[in-house]
C-alpha cells in the first residue's frame, strides 16, 4: 500500500487555440495552449504541496485535471495507487466525495440566491449522503467548526449578508461537508482582505489536523507557503522547474526563477539587499514558449545550450529535484 495520496505522471493539456473559420482554413498548422506541459509529481497523505508561479503558468488548470474536471491531452492522475482514467462512472461519484476544491473568488463561486446553509448542504444533496434534517445538523456541525457562528443564524443569510471572510468560510465548510481527504485550494486568500488572510490560513491549517486532510495549496505568492505548506513546487509555462521539501528550497534555491521568487519575498529586516535582479522581461505566451529552457529568455545564468536542450527535472538528493543544468552543473 502507498502513501501517496496523489501521484500526477506526465500531466498534459494542450488547449486548442479557438480562432476565426477562415484563420483556422489558412492555418498551417493547428497552435495550443500548452497550459500543462510534462507535470509530475506526488502528494503522500497529509502533506501539504504548495504549486507556486505566476499567473498563466498552469496552476489552475493542473488542479482542474486531477480533480477531473478536465480530461488532460495525456499522462495520467493516480489516487492511492489507482488511474483515476480507470475509474467507473459510479466509482468517479465517490471520488468525487472524496477531493474537492477551494476556489480564489467566494462570491463567484457562491449562488446569490442560496442561502449560506443551503449552499453548503449541496454537496450533500448532490451525492446523495443526506437530506432533511441530517443534512441540516450535518451542516450546522461544519458551519461551527469553521467559525461561521453563530450557526443556525447565519445558516439563513445570504452571501452578499456576510463579510468576505465569512464567505471564505462558507466556501471551505461546503468543500468539507462531505468529508473529502484531499482538497485542491486555489489561490483560497488572494480575494481576502489582508486582515483576514491569516486567520483563513490558520483555520486552513488547523482543519487539515482535524479532518487529516491532504492539500494542493495554489498560489502566487511564495511567501505565504511558508504558513501551510510541506514541500513546493515552482511552476514556469506548464513545467515544474523545482520541487522539493520546504525548508530546503527556501534554504538552497537553485533555479534561478526560484531564486529570483525567493528575493522578492518581503523579509522584515529593512538593511537586506535584494542580491538577485528579478526577471528580466514578461513571462512568454504558452501559445510560442520559447524553444529549449523556456525561463532562458529572462535568466542571467543562461549558455548557449539552454536555447536548444529541454531540461529535465534532475533530483539533487534529498527529493529536491531541479530543472537546470547549469545551476545544477549537468551541463
Ligand atoms: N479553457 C481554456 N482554454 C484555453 N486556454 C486556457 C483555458 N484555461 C486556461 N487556459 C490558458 O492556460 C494557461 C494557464 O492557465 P491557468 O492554469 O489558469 O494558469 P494559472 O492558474 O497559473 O494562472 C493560460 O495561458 C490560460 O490562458
Ligand atoms: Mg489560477
Same mark, same amino acid.
Given at each position: ?56 503558468? $498552469?496552476? *489552475?488548470?493542473?488542479?482542474? &485535471?486531477?480533480? +477531473?474536471?478536465?480530461?488532460?491531452? #495525456? !499522462?495520467?492522475?493516480?489516487? /492511492? ?65 469553521? $467559525?461561521? *457562528?453563530?450557526?443556525?443564524? &447565519?445558516?439563513? +443569510?445570504?452571501?452578499?449578508?456576510? #463579510? !468576505?471572510?465569512?464567505?471564505? /468560510? ?162
Amino acid at each position: 500500500m502507498t502513501d501517496n495520496l496523489i501521484r500526477v505522471d506526465n500531466l498534459t493539456m494542450h488547449f486548442p487555440l479557438t480562432r476565426g473559420v477562415l484563420a483556422n482554413l489558412f492555418a498551417r498548422e493547428k497552435k495550443f495552449v500548452r497550459a500543462v506541459d510534462g507535470v509530475s509529481f506526488t502528494i503522500r497523505k497529509g502533506e501539504v504541496l504548495g504549486l507556486v508561479g505566476e499567473s498563466g503558468s $498552469g496552476k *489552475t488548470t493542473t488542479g482542474r &485535471l486531477i480533480l +477531473k474536471l478536465l480530461e488532460p491531452t #495525456s !499522462g495520467e492522475v493516480f489516487y /492511492r495507487g489507482r488511474a483515476i482514467s480507470s475509474f467507473s462512472g459510479k466509482e468517479m461519484e465517490g471520488l468525487r466525495e472524496k477531493m474537492q476544491v477551494i476556489f480564489q473568488d467566494p462570491y463567484a463561486s457562491l449562488s446569490p440566491r442560496m442561502s449560506i446553509g443551503k449552499a453548503i448542504s449541496h454537496p450533500l444533496r448532490i451525492h446523495g449522503l443526506a437530506d432533511g434534517t441530517l443534512a441540516r445538523d450535518m451542516t450546522l456541525t461544519i458551519m461551527e467548526k469553521v $467559525g461561521l *457562528t453563530p450557526a443556525s443564524f &447565519l445558516y439563513r +443569510k445570504y452571501p452578499h449578508q456576510v #463579510s !468576505g471572510g465569512q464567505r471564505q /468560510r462558507v466556501v471551505i465548510a461546503r468543500a468539507l461537508v462531505t468529508s473529502p481527504d484531499f482538497v485542491v485550494a486555489d489561490e483560497p486568500i488572494a480575494m481576502a482582505d489582508v486582515s483576514v488572510r491569516s486567520m483563513i490560513l490558520e483555520l486552513m491549517v488547523r482543519l487539515k489536523e482535524e479532518f487529516d486532510l491532504t492539500y494542493l495549496f495554489i498560489t502566487h505568492d511564495l511567501a505565504t507557503c511558508k504558513y501551510i505548506c510541506d514541500h513546493i513546487a515552482i511552476m514556469y509555462l506548464g513545467r515544474i522547474v523545482e520541487i522539493g521539501p520546504l525548508q530546503e528550497v527556501f534554504r538552497n534555491p537553485v533555479h534561478p526563477y526560484t531564486a529570483t521568487l525567493l528575493d522578492a519575498v518581503p523579509v522584515p529586516d529593512p538593511r537586506f539587499r535584494r542580491t538577485l535582479p528579478m526577471p528580466r522581461g514578461e513571462i512568454p505566451s504558452p501559445i510560442d514558449p520559447p524553444p529549449g529552457c523556456s525561463f532562458h529568455p529572462r535568466c542571467s545564468y543562461a549558455v548557449e545550450a539552454c536555447r536548444i536542450q529541454d531540461p529535465p527535472l534532475v533530483d539533487t538528493g534529498g527529493e529536491h529535484s531541479v530543472a537546470c543544468p547549469v545551476r545544477t552543473g549537468r551541463t
